[in-house]
């Protein structure tokens, strides 16, 4: 029986595959995180459980203005992001000759993503004060896709 492309990608046992799986794992974590953040910024949830503590205040970090980036709420922008990683995740996967650009450019989206995450990480607490536990988890998240990123990068070039 001849396989298609979907059983090519999921039978390969690559280690750039393996990194790109990876990756696409923390974005589908990052898409369940910001689909309630962005939820929240909606207005469809008031408020999202939070850690007990005066430092915790996800509403006020979520509908601040450093949550807005050129005009829209950032989790949706967020969600946008988590969602072209999963796209380039697949599609460096599965076009095997145009897969060190399309690595290259995940490796953008993802290093993008760790960037926004260390700024905004710094304004909640040097600049808000509070801390939304949604958005620290994301930013683990982002910077934890640094790792399997930058082997796959590494990869194409040595």
């Given at each position: 029986?001849?396989?298609?492309?979907?059983?090519?990608?999921?039978?390969?046992?690559?280690?750039r595959?393996?990194?790109?799986r990876?990756?696409?794992?923390?974005?589908?974590?990052?898409?369940?995180?910001?689909?309630l953040?962005?939820?929240?910024?909606?207005?469809?949830?008031?408020?999202l459980?939070?850690?007990?503590?005066?430092?915790?205040?996800?509403?006020?970090?979520?509908?601040s203005n450093?949550?807005?980036?050129?005009?829209?709420?950032?989790?949706?922008?967020?969600?946008?992001?988590?969602?072209?990683?999963?796209?380039?995740?697949?599609?460096?996967s599965?076009?095997?000759k145009?897969?060190?650009?399309?690595?290259?450019?995940?490796?953008g989206?993802?290093?993008?993503?760790a960037?926004?995450a260390?700024q905004?990480?710094?304004?909640?607490?040097?600049?808000?004060?509070?801390?939304?536990?949604?958005?620290?988890a994301?930013?683990a998240?982002n910077?934890a896709?640094?790792?399997?990123?930058?082997n796959?990068?590494?990869?194409?070039?040595?």
């Amino acid at each position: 029986m001849k396989m298609n492309a979907i059983d090519k990608v999921r039978a390969d046992k690559s280690e750039r595959t393996e990194h790109r799986r990876d990756i696409a794992a923390l974005a589908a974590a990052g898409l369940a995180d910001f689909s309630l953040i962005s939820l929240l910024q909606m207005g469809y949830f008031k408020k999202l459980p939070d850690i007990p503590g005066e430092a915790f205040d996800t509403v006020k970090v979520n509908t601040s203005n450093d949550a807005i980036i050129l005009g829209m709420p950032d989790g949706v922008i967020s969600l946008g992001a988590y969602a072209a990683t999963m796209f380039l995740a697949m599609a460096g996967s599965r076009f095997k000759k145009r897969s060190r650009l399309l690595d290259l450019a995940l490796g953008g989206i993802v290093l993008g993503q760790a960037v926004g995450a260390a700024q905004y990480l710094y304004k909640m607490a040097f600049v808000q004060k509070k801390v939304c536990i949604y958005c620290v988890a994301g930013a683990a998240i982002n910077f934890a896709s640094l790792k399997p990123a930058y082997n796959l990068i590494k990869e194409n070039y040595s």
